[in-house]
């Protein structure tokens, strides 16, 4: 599988964007699909992620309430519609895929994108 990350960019503290995540080479069928991010000097952190069985979805607390993971299949893409961010949102954002194990541990994902960059300005 590979996954291609997009959307990111520049924003001001209270904007919002929409990630995108889109795969190639298989579907997301059987995988569940989660977002982490990372800021300069501290690591890979879980923000969200969606069940392939279900859609169930699951939120860091940090963005609970802000932003939301959502997926089309017609598209074969997930998406992260931030809002109200944060300038402590900055950070690069990639999308994973797993067949099993915990939805917010980074080792449980087999398939990685190649990160898109969030600055949130004050």
């Known amino acids: 599988v590979q996954l291609q990350a997009s959307g990111g960019g520049l924003v001001q503290a209270g904007g919002s964007l929409r990630l995108s995540c889109a795969a190639s080479g298989r579907t997301f069928s059987g995988y569940g699909t989660g977002w982490f991010r990372q800021a300069p000097g501290k690591e890979r952190e879980f923000v969200a992620s969606?069940?392939?069985?279900?859609?169930?979805?699951y939120y860091a607390d940090s963005v609970k309430g802000r932003f939301t993971t959502s997926r089309d299949s017609d598209k074969n893409t997930v998406y992260l519609q931030m809002s109200s961010l944060k300038t402590e949102d900055t950070a690069v954002y990639y999308c994973?895929?797993?067949?099993?194990?915990?939805?917010?541990?980074?080792?449980?994902?087999?398939?990685w994108g190649q990160g898109t960059l969030v600055t949130v300005s004050s």
């Open positions: 994973a895929v797993r067949r099993s194990g915990s939805h917010s541990y980074t080792g449980s994902y087999d398939y």
């Open positions: 969606i069940a392939w069985s279900g859609g169930r979805t």
